[in-house]
């Protein structure tokens, strides 16, 4: 499976869009890429995924770039809430042998 | 209605006793997950269900033993604990497999 590297830590301004970036160089054709949180103590939780296309849905926006070669999510508008450990993950689809592999992720801290 | 519940939250025990930790989703899901969680909080896959069947396995001691009754359920027995078993233990769930439904957790303390 294809590596992913996030800075460890971020800040961001609460009401400010937080930005937070993933370089997954050897991503393959196949490979999606997935964004998922973990709020302390609390069940990782599904945030967005994506092929090629940027894609939003309610929760972010995710901008992957022209080679793939690493992607952005977007937290529009932060809150205190959205402080959590943000791990960006790239796998093939389940029916192509996919399965999440969790990395270090990035620390997001909002700030008031 | 909690969509992936797991029991117990908590769980203390004595080292080598025998434990299980039970996981239902009411979500009408194929594939059923195990995750564990060590102190420095790498989350690492254990197992994967799909329908029933045993799909990815990984390298887990075999004291660890996932049992799936029905689609819904996926249980975790481990035998002879250790004190290295101690973790936080993550069931989930999903249908494509692209968005994963992950329960609360059950924090395992061996002593």
């Known amino acids: 499976d294809a590596k992913t590297t996030q800075p460890t830590s971020m800040d961001c301004a609460e009401g400010r869009a937080a930005n937070l970036p993933c370089n997954h160089s050897t991503i393959s054709g196949n490979e999606y890429v997935y964004w998922y949180r973990q709020i302390h103590s609390q069940g990782p939780q599904y945030i967005i995924h994506g092929l090629k296309n940027n894609e939003t849905n309610e929760m972010a926006s995710l901008i992957i770039t022209e080679d793939r070669k690493s992607s952005t999510l977007i937290l529009p508008h932060a809150t205190l809430r959205d402080t959590a450990v943000y791990y960006c993950i790239v796998s093939p689809s389940y029916n192509q042998g996919g399965k999440l592999i969790f990395g270090q992720g990035t620390e997001l801290s909002v700030k008031p | 209605d909690t969509a992936v519940s797991q029991t117990p939250k908590y769980l203390v025990t004595q080292m080598g006793n025998d434990k299980s930790i039970k996981c239902e989703q009411n979500?009408?899901?194929?594939?059923m997950y195990w995750y564990k969680q060590d102190s420095k909080k790498f989350l690492k896959i254990m197992f994967s269900y799909n329908n029933k069947e045993l799909i990815i396995n990984e390298t887990v001691p075999n004291r660890f033993s996932p049992k799936s009754p029905d689609k819904a359920h996926l249980n975790l027995h481990i035998n002879s604990l250790e004190l290295g078993d101690s973790a936080v233990y993550f069931c989930a769930s999903s249908q494509t497999g692209w968005e994963a439904f992950f329960g609360q957790g059950t924090r395992l303390t061996v002593v």
């Open positions: 979500l009408g899901h194929d594939t």
